[in-house]
């Protein structure tokens, strides 16, 4: 692989911003919306402000790819989201909490397409490697390494999106990872004393020194056979540390 390949370039993206309930999708009930005694929403009410919300995400997904998140404005995202300025602050109220809201959604649908698990299935390396490819081709993704610098470069100031992206992306990971080693666990085919250490030296062994050098541009993305390979090299490894003997 070439070792000094440049840093791909184009918009950076931005990750989302944390907004005001612990959940991360697109679907989180936390419109920040006054409900007076008067005031009811029925069912097809409910479902337009679903509707609206993800229209709105969609609009600020474009706008935080383009400009970044110190670029982006609320104006901009009410324009490309088809909305009026007054509309986008009923459902954000700041462009920090909008950000945090499309990082917890972007975030909840990468989990839902990455991790998936065999938990009956009796081949656990088979999984793995499976699971692990489909984690580094996420993870190297050239909007993946952009939220994540985004993230970065904000989060000294606005913790809370490190925060956000942290428990919708890293953790939720970890956590439905150590439920897949459990299950195996139970079945006798591994052996450790906490899953969710394990799971998080798997995710470790994956990345090795490989994703800090293209995060940090020192090398290109390498070709998909180069994070296979990688993913099979710390399969090995946990599997000897870990497989029931």
Same mark, same amino acid.
């Given at each position: 692989m070439n070792r000094s390949?440049?840093?791909p370039t184009g918009a950076r993206p931005a990750g989302p911003r944390p907004g005001r309930s612990a959940g991360f999708g697109v679907d989180d009930q936390e419109y920040p919306l006054a409900a007076s005694p008067e005031t009811t929403l029925d069912v097809p009410q409910a479902r337009d402000d679903g509707a609206k919300r993800r229209q709105i995400l969609d !609009?600020?997904?474009?706008?935080?790819?383009?400009?970044?998140?110190? !670029?982006?404005?609320m104006n901009e995202v009410a324009r490309a989201s088809g909305v009026s300025k007054g509309t986008l602050y009923v459902y954000f109220a700041s462009k920090e909490e %909008?950000?945090?809201? #499309?990082l917890r959604a972007e975030k909840r649908e990468q989990a839902e397409q990455v991790c998936r698990f065999d938990d009956g299935g009796p081949d656990v390396?088979?999984? #793995?490697? *499976?699971?692990?490819?489909?984690?580094?081709? %996420?993870?190297?993704?050239?909007?993946? #390494?952009?939220h994540l610098r985004t993230v970065m470069a904000v989060a000294p100031k606005f913790p809370e999106i490190g925060r956000a992206y942290y428990e919708a992306g890293p953790?939720?990971?970890r956590r439905r990872l150590a439920v897949y080693f459990d299950r195996q666990v139970e079945a006798g085919r591994l052996a450790m004393p906490d899953?969710?250490? *394990?799971?998080?030296?798997?995710?470790?062994?994956?990345?090795? !020194?490989?994703?800090?050098e293209v995060l940090l541009c020192v090398v290109p993305r390498p070709a998909q056979g180069e994070i296979e390979a990688q993913v099979k090299r710390a399969v090995?490894?946990?599997?000897?540390?870990?497989?029931?003997?």
């Open positions: 390949g440049p840093c !609009g600020a997904r474009r706008v935080f790819l383009s400009t970044g998140f110190d !670029g982006a404005s %909008l950000f945090a809201a #499309l390396r088979a999984t #793995l490697d *499976a699971f692990g490819a489909r984690f580094m081709d %996420l993870l190297l993704r050239p909007d993946s #390494l952009a953790e939720t990971g899953t969710l250490a *394990a799971a998080q030296q798997f995710f470790d062994l994956c990345k090795a !020194g490989l994703f800090l090995d490894l946990f599997l000897r540390a870990y497989a029931a003997a």
